[in-house]
């Protein structure tokens, strides 16, 4: 079945404790992205990967890296995570970023509390 | 830069009631439009997209139409069912490409039987 996996679902945490939230795609898509969703604020763009070795920063990238080594894998990493990062985490891919007909698939969601 | 608009919610609805969601856009150029949606405790899900003028997008009895000129992409069904119930974001992202998707709010919609 193709899919955006993430793991984990649902993450409690404290202060300044280094995490990562995995992303896994099977349909050989070169785009992957990180999408944070808070209340009143829909979706923002935290970081983006045209392709393998190519990320780049979205609107909200503060506090987070990321990593493309593979094509299908792209990690988020909270070196040090704080209250503020509290948050639902999305990750998607799609084929191509080049082009408009191209339909980005979102994982099921990461649900993330730092204390 | 960039930016969307839609009418904030909840919006509550009954059964076979017809539904509105008011979308609008500030965009360079002419973007392509999208409505994603996202059913409870799940992730969002294209619903349906435009990418030029008076494109009509449809799916599942949900339609909206392109319209360059008021910069909007509202979206409307004529009869809506409890599973319609999730919340509705609409989004845009340039012409030719689709790797800045910029979102709305979302807008939480309840139909009741």
């Known amino acids: 079945e193709a899919q955006v996996t993430q793991n984990p679902r649902y993450l409690i945490t404290v202060t300044g404790k280094k995490l990562t939230v995995t992303c896994s795609q099977n349909m050989n898509h070169e785009y992957m992205s990180w999408y944070r969703q808070d209340p009143g604020l829909g979706l923002r763009q935290i970081y983006y990967?045209?392709?393998?070795?190519?990320?780049d920063k979205g609107d909200v990238p503060e506090g987070y890296k990321v990593s493309r080594k593979e094509k299908r894998n792209f990690p988020l990493i909270l070196e040090s995570p704080s209250p503020n990062q509290t948050s639902l985490y999305f990750c998607a891919s799609s084929l191509s970023p080049q082009s408009s007909y191209n339909e980005q698939f979102f994982g099921p969601g990461t649900r993330l509390t730092v204390l | 830069g960039d930016s969307v608009t839609q009418m904030e919610g909840p919006v509550t609805l009954s059964e076979e009631a017809f539904l509105t969601i008011n979308c609008t856009y500030t965009a360079t150029g002419y973007p392509s439009l999208f409505w994603y949606v996202q059913y409870p405790g799940e992730g969002l899900q294209l619903l349906l997209k435009?990418?030029?003028?008076?494109d009509k997008g449809s799916n599942k009895g949900f339609e909206a139409t392109y319209r360059k000129e008021t910069t909007s992409f509202h979206l409307e069904k004529g009869s809506v069912q409890v599973s319609d119930s999730a919340v509705y974001f609409c989004?845009?992202?340039?012409?030719?490409?689709?790797?800045?998707?910029?979102f709305g709010k979302g807008t939480l919609l309840t139909v009741n039987p």
């Open positions: 989004a845009l992202s340039p012409r030719g490409s689709n790797y800045k998707l910029t």
């Open positions: 435009a990418t030029k003028a008076d």
């Open positions: 990967s045209m392709n393998v070795e190519v990320t």
